[in-house]
């Protein structure tokens, strides 16, 4: 056997081959390391989980207050016209409103100056009214809302 192959696979005790590893404090601070990242990992994934339900709730209370402010205006209306995209209505006090779509928000107008924004983040607006119901459609993140509204002329 050639005398550089010997010495390769039989070392003799002065001679130490070049061992790549890890230390032992390397091996810790990277056992440290990944359990911190498995103890972290399912805490935050449950506080996105309380954070999404959270926000799913804060969307249906807003809708909810939506539907309330709208048709209570309705109710209290002298008179009111709904639209198929916008819906007009005049209070007691002689104000115009109009309710529209604008910039993915359903906003209320108060004599054509300003605006408040009813709800946020929506796609689209449509009305359909006959002589006795109105049906005001909203839809938001895919999903259709569906107020029905009773006509009181």
Known sequence: M????????????????PLKGFTLVEMIIS??????????????????????QNFKAYERYEFELFVTQLTHDLKKAKSYEILPTEITYIDGDENDYKVS?????????????????MIDQIKGMSNICNQYT?????ERNNEHETIYYFRHE
């Open 2 to 17: 050639n005398a550089k192959y010997y010495s390769i696979i039989f070392p003799s005790h002065n001679q130490r081959l």
């Open 31 to 52: 056992l440290m390391i990944a359990s911190m990242i498995v103890m972290i990992v399912p805490l935050w994934l449950k506080i996105m989980y309380v954070d999404l």
């Open 101 to 117: 779509v604008k910039h993915g928000r359903v906003i209320k107008q108060k004599n054509e100056q300003g605006y408040i924004i």
């Open 134 to 138: 109105c049906e005001i459609n909203i």
